[in-house]
């Protein structure tokens, strides 16, 4: 079993910035692919941006390109998503999602095992 604890939400005025954490722990010895997806209400749950095992890959939704950006400490499974110049339309509940397996940068929710309870991101005009 792995567990999954994100913290950082909160509420910020558009063109702030936020930054979330996610810690992974729990099962093996190794790293995991992790990713960060968000659902807003009423929404379906989209991916925003994935980080592979080493740190040295990493893929991002369209909506979010150049303004947020993920990253992990070396060697460990906590990572992070830098979000910059906030807009009203990225309000959501975000998730941090782990995948065991070795392939990483999937953008569909099924393809992860375990996930965490969401910290809620709040920006306002």
């Known amino acids: 079993q792995v567990q999954v604890v994100e913290s950082g939400g909160g509420l910020v005025q558009a063109g702030g910035s936020l930054r979330l954490s996610c810690a992974a722990s729990?099962?093996?010895?190794?790293?995991?692919?992790m990713t960060w997806f968000r659902q807003a209400p009423g929404k379906e749950r989209d991916f925003v941006a994935a980080i592979n095992r080493s740190g040295g890959g990493t893929s991002y939704a369209d909506s979010v390109k150049g303004r947020f950006a993920i990253s992990r400490d070396s060697f460990e499974n906590t990572v992070y998503l830098q979000m910059n110049n906030l807009k009203p339309e990225d309000t959501a509940l975000y998730y941090c999602?782990?995948?065991?397996?070795?392939?990483?940068?999937?953008?569909?929710?099924?393809?992860?095992?375990?996930w965490g309870q969401g910290t809620q991101v709040t920006v306002y005009s």
């Open positions: 999602a782990v995948r065991i397996e070795p392939s990483w940068g999937y953008q569909e929710p099924h393809e992860y095992n375990y």
């Open positions: 729990g099962r093996t010895s190794g790293t995991y692919a």
